[in-house]
């Protein structure tokens, strides 16, 4: 009995998705390497690289895997997720007609910014029933990396989602069976067809046997942490910086109270008198550490007025005094109401 119950799990899949060019990419801990198809490449990931998923037709697959799906298992991956809309799975396992599973994204009226998913189905067929557990998505979840584990423990037919390592939501699968096909990242499968393809980056995708518990779930979340300790950035007052690595389009920031200021185009950006040739490249990561708002005492202008405003509490105030004022758009001051006088 106590064999039983100390019973080891077993990482038996673990793609790590670091390679930086071609079309085959490793299983560092099982056999079952896998196939890029369909233009997914690979890019920075959360650790090392990882892959980039362009939500049309790319995905990776491997042939097969070695752990029984109508048995405990869990998956967990990173998932770096562009654009939402309707249903997008990041990790799945091929079935001949469905998913056996599959670990996503699903955007609906349950929540504004839609709810992360894991969510298995009761049996091969065109049907697709299916238990998910699900979680909503947080504002600071968009556009950025976030940890999800699906696991399914069989002796009570419960199914669970974490969200980085202990956010939690759960469900009761109905029906069990076992899935014969391959790994899936960056779609899923519903009625003998590849659908819901993932729009952003995938990194890290392990498969266990057996079901982690919630410690083992926090454990993996944290031990990334130590790998990945995020160095605090600091960019002086009236930085230009363009960022380019998001996935999304290119965007233009100031940096002005120590405060990140949005800029819309290039066009806005010559408005504020300066050149281009400032503009420098910075990480999305990096800019997303700073506050949105211009710390108490800021003093800024907007372009073609010599009016000082001063920032205090989120309001601006007038101000004859203009020493080292920074020009930022005229839009930027609308979100500063003017205090009374
Ligand atoms: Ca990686
Ligand atoms: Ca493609």
Do not use: C
Request: proline residues 3%; aromatic residues 6%; without cysteine.
């Amino acid at each position: 009995m106590r064999a039983q119950a100390s019973r080891d799990l077993t990482l038996t899949h673990h793609m790590a998705l670091n390679e930086s060019a071609g079309t085959g990419t490793a299983d560092s801990v099982g056999g079952r390497g896998g196939t890029l198809h369909n233009g997914a490449s690979f890019v920075e990931g959360y650790v090392g690289n990882g892959v980039e998923l362009d939500g049309t037709d790319d995905h990776v697959t491997t042939e097969a895997v070695d752990l029984r799906t109508d048995e405990s298992f869990t998956v967990t991956s990173w998932v770096n997720l562009r654009e939402r809309g309707g249903k997008v799975t990041a990790v799945s396992i091929d079935g001949e007609q469905t998913s056996k599973f599959r670990l996503g994204h699903v955007s609906d009226s349950r929540d504004r910014l839609g709810t992360w998913i894991f969510e298995v189905t009761d049996a091969d067929d065109e049907n697709g029933a299916v238990t998910d557990a699900a979680v909503s998505t947080l504002e600071n979840e968009v556009d950025t990396w976030v940890h999800l584990t699906g696991v399914y423990d069989a002796p009570t037919d419960q199914v669970w989602l974490y969200v980085n390592g202990t956010r939690l939501g759960d469900g009761a699968v109905r029906d069990k069976w076992n899935a014969t096909g391959g790994l899936a990242i960056g779609r899923g499968k519903e009625a003998g067809t590849h659908a819901q393809h993932w729009p952003g980056r995938v990194d890290d995708v392990r498969l266990y046997a057996g079901a982690l518990g919630s410690d083992r779930v926090n454990d993996l979340y944290e031990s990334y942490n130590e790998i990945e300790e995020p160095a605090p950035v600091e960019f002086p007052d009236g930085s230009a910086l363009r960022v380019n690595d998001s996935g999304t389009s290119e965007a233009l920031y100031l940096v002005v109270g120590g405060a990140r200021i949005d800029v819309a185009d290039e066009d806005e950006f010559l408005g504020t008198g300066r050149a281009l040739d400032e503009l420098m490249t910075a990480p999305h990561a990096s800019l997303m550490t700073l506050p949105e708002v211009m710390r108490d005492g800021t003093r800024v202008r907007v372009p073609d007025s010599d009016q000082v405003w001063l920032i205090e509490d989120g309001r601006r105030s007038p101000t004859t005094d203009d020493g080292n004022a920074h020009v930022v758009p005229a839009r930027t001051l609308d979100d500063y109401p003017e205090t009374a006088v």
